[in-house]
């Protein structure tokens, strides 16, 4: 069993920073991906960024420019650094962990709020 714990939310001015960071315990296959996805009241979950375990990244639109993923893989963290944030940013932020061997295994954390208000 795999256990995801995030931490580094908050509340932050617009235009500010956060720094989000999730860590993976348990057994985690080598190669897989991480990502971070949020979710905001009334809206459906969104992928924010992803990232393998041999460092190929992806953005949503929305955040190109302003966020950036980064893992340790020694330590099995994976952290979403956010710049210029928005009040749009505003959401709940999920990390994930999946992998497939046979089957898809897909693994949540808890959840972490960032809220952007002035």
């Known amino acids: 069993q795999l256990q995801l714990v995030e931490s580094g939310g908050g509340l932050v001015q617009p235009g500010g920073s956060l720094r989000l960071a999730c860590v993976a315990s348990?057994?985690?296959?080598?190669?897989?991906?991480m990502g971070w996805y949020r979710q905001a009241p009334g809206k459906q979950r969104e992928l924010v960024a992803g990232i393998t375990s041999g460092g190929t990244t992806n953005y949503a639109d929305s955040v190109k420019g302003r966020f950036t993923i980064s893992r340790d893989n020694a330590k099995d963290t994976v952290y979403l650094q956010m710049n210029s944030l928005k009040p749009e940013d505003t959401a709940v932020y999920y990390c994930n962990v999946k992998w497939y061997r046979l089957l898809k295994y897909e693994y949540w954390g808890q959840g972490t709020q960032v809220t952007v208000s002035s």
């Open positions: 348990g057994t985690i296959a080598s190669s897989n991906a």
